[in-house]
């Protein structure tokens, strides 16, 4: 979190990752998978919320295992991973259909 402290989105992502905590907190990274945040992905779609908001939250894990991969070194010099793990996305069926605005919507 203190490295992208400078981000706009640090909101949405300290948030995301409290949501996370109890679904995937304990485990270690390595451990972190698309199996092990399938209570995750159900536990919010029984709160109701959509593929999106669900994928933005995914999106912040995905992000971590690639720098866990990547970037991110022990005191030895080595990744913290091996490989990241491929997270699927959600599909987004379920987005609001557009309409236009009206005029009381656009000056809001």
Not at 16 to 23: A, F, G
Request: proline share 4%; glycine share 4%.
């Amino acid at each position: 979190m203190l490295d992208y402290q400078h981000k706009r989105s640090i909101g949405r992502y300290a948030q995301s990752l409290k949501i996370l905590d109890p679904h995937i907190g304990d485990l270690p990274l390595r451990q972190v998978h698309q199996g092990t945040l399938e209570s995750f992905i159900q536990h919010r779609r029984e709160q109701g919320m959509r593929a999106n908001t669900i994928n933005r939250d995914l999106t912040v894990v995905r992000r971590i295992l690639t720098l866990a991969a990547r970037l991110w070194r022990d005191e030895s010099g080595l990744t913290w991973l091996e490989t990241a793990h491929l997270l699927q996305l959600l599909d987004c069926d379920d987005a609001r259909k557009p309409y236009p605005l009206s005029w009381d919507e656009q000056s809001r």
